[in-house]
């Protein structure tokens, strides 16, 4: 299953993410990832949490972050819940690639058994039909 936390800046997205992290990981009897562009969810977040920094592996496109989810996946199958902070500042701002790696979240998250959740910083009324399925 995929979430999308879309919006404009200032519109609450990381606040929504911290608290579906926070749920995630009381429920969750699996590992919980975090895939943040930065370390500003470090005091944010229980250490529970497994905090990545996409700058400190370089992912600076969706097909990296693509090869990047699928390598922790096979390095954990425990792994229950992803959530990724702000895609368009780790694999640039394309609203088509957001589009293409959400279809393709949807499809892993599926055959998986996981739970994916992203935020997107980008006006709700711009994206397609098919996107607006997971809003």
């Known amino acids: 299953m995929i979430h999308v936390i879309m919006g404009l800046k200032g519109t609450g997205k990381t606040k929504k993410l911290i608290d579906g992290i926070q749920e995630a990981v009381a429920k969750s009897q699996g590992d919980v990832v975090c895939i943040e562009y930065g370390k500003k969810l470090t005091y944010d977040v229980t250490y529970k949490v497994r905090l990545v920094d996409s700058k400190e592996y370089a992912i600076s496109s969706s097909e990296m972050l693509k090869g990047f989810l699928s390598g922790l996946h096979a390095g954990n199958f425990d792994i229950t819940h992803v959530f990724i902070d702000n895609l368009y500042k780790t694999i640039g701002t394309n609203l088509a690639a957001a589009e293409d790696f959400v279809a393709w979240c949807a499809k892993f998250a599926a055959d998986n ?14 994206v397609s039909d098919a996107m607006k399925q997971y809003i």
């Open 113 to 126: 058994s996981m739970e994916i959740t992203v935020s997107i910083s980008e006006d709700p009324a711009n």
